[in-house]
């Protein structure tokens, strides 16, 4: 049996989450955070099923690519990203066509 749980997700961004450790963050003001958590913070989402958009670390899809974080768009899941470590935010928001609130 299949019960449903009520989500204001408009999309859904999947983080490898071992890229991001293997960058030691690599994102944010001072290069520190993480893409997942940059990307929440800089959007200003709120968290879990309440955020505009789920942003959701996960292990390692098997690309690995050096300085940069794999990320998959689940409205283009046909074409995963590269993210360079230290991008700027608001070119990766536009490239992911996410919006800010
Ligand atoms: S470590 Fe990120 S894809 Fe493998």
Request: charge should be positive; proline fraction near 5%; aromatic fraction near 2%.
């Amino acid at each position: 049996m299949v019960r449903n749980v009520r989500a204001e997700w408009t999309g859904t961004l999947l983080v490898c989450g071992k890229c991001s450790k293997k960058l030691d963050g690599g994102f944010g003001p001072k290069g520190r955070e993480p893409l997942g958590k940059a990307l929440r913070r800089h959007l200003g989402l709120k968290k879990g099923r309440k955020a505009a958009t789920g942003i959701v670390e996960v292990k390692c899809l098997g690309i690995c690519p050096k300085g940069a974080v794999t990320v998959i768009d689940g409205a283009d899941p046909h074409s995963w990203k590269l993210v360079a470590k230290g991008a700027d935010l608001d070119e990766v928001v536009e490239t992911l066509n996410l919006q800010p609130r």
